[in-house]
């Protein structure tokens, strides 16, 4: 899979990568407009061209208080994601090369009050999500906005993943909803953050949505 190449799809309005961008834009200004004042952390998860974050800061009103670390293993897109944050003077983001996978990554960025796993949970396993969703636990800051997607594609697991994360202390702040051709979820930590206990241990397997798919049938 060429992930570069693939951003192009967002080009397209009518898309549902368009569409769920649209709707995953959104929750991160409402969570951005309800962080209380004062400094805003975020990190997001396999960010790509960071096309999500970098599409509200910029015309957000609190872009001064935001530091964001973005970590994205594919260079191409990395350096998009660099490029759009200095054209638009964004000062507080850092773009990280690398697999971001690995919790230490994340060190000295988190618990942080936005944490965004866009574009993860379709290409992982289900006991990655999982495994991914115990350190989010650690990611995210208490009363931080979690936001996530999956495909609502068969076997949905959409309505598994907001179960775990119940069981993990998040609350439901927002969901897509079910007609919608994308899975858009977004949850508020309720709990404590848990320590992290070995930071080069992988938190999922990024294995792609074609080859899950191909197994799957």
Not at 204 to 209: A, M, P, S
Request: charge should be negative; aromatic fraction near 6%.
């Amino acid at each position: 899979m060429d992930w570069h190449a693939w951003h192009t799809a967002y080009d397209d309005p009518g898309s549902r990568l368009a569409r769920r961008l649209a709707a995953v834009r959104e929750r991160i200004r409402v969570a951005l407009d309800t962080c209380p004042p004062g400094p805003v952390r975020a990190v997001s998860i396999c960010a790509g061209q960071g096309v999500d974050l970098l599409g509200v800061l910029p015309d957000h009103p609190r872009r001064g208080d935001v530091t964001a670390r973005l970590v994205e293993l594919d260079p191409r897109n990395a350096e998009a994601a660099r490029e759009t944050a200095a054209a638009a003077d964004l000062k507080g983001v850092e773009v990280v090369t690398g697999d971001a996978s690995l919790p230490g990554r994340y060190t000295g960025a988190t618990p942080a009050e936005l944490v965004l796993a866009c574009g993860v949970f379709g290409n992982i396993t289900e006991a990655d999500i999982a495994r991914t969703l115990d350190h989010c636990t650690h990611l995210v800051a208490p009363g931080g906005t979690l936001i996530w997607t999956r495909g609502r594609d068969e076997p949905d697991v959409f309505p598994t993943v907001c179960r775990w994360l119940g069981e993990r202390g998040f609350e439901e702040l927002w969901l897509s909803p079910p007609e919608a051709d994308f899975g858009v979820g977004a949850h508020r930590f309720a709990g404590q953050p848990v320590p992290l206990e070995d930071p080069e241990a992988p938190m999922f397997t990024f294995v792609g949505y074609d080859l899950l798919r191909r197994r799957a049938g």
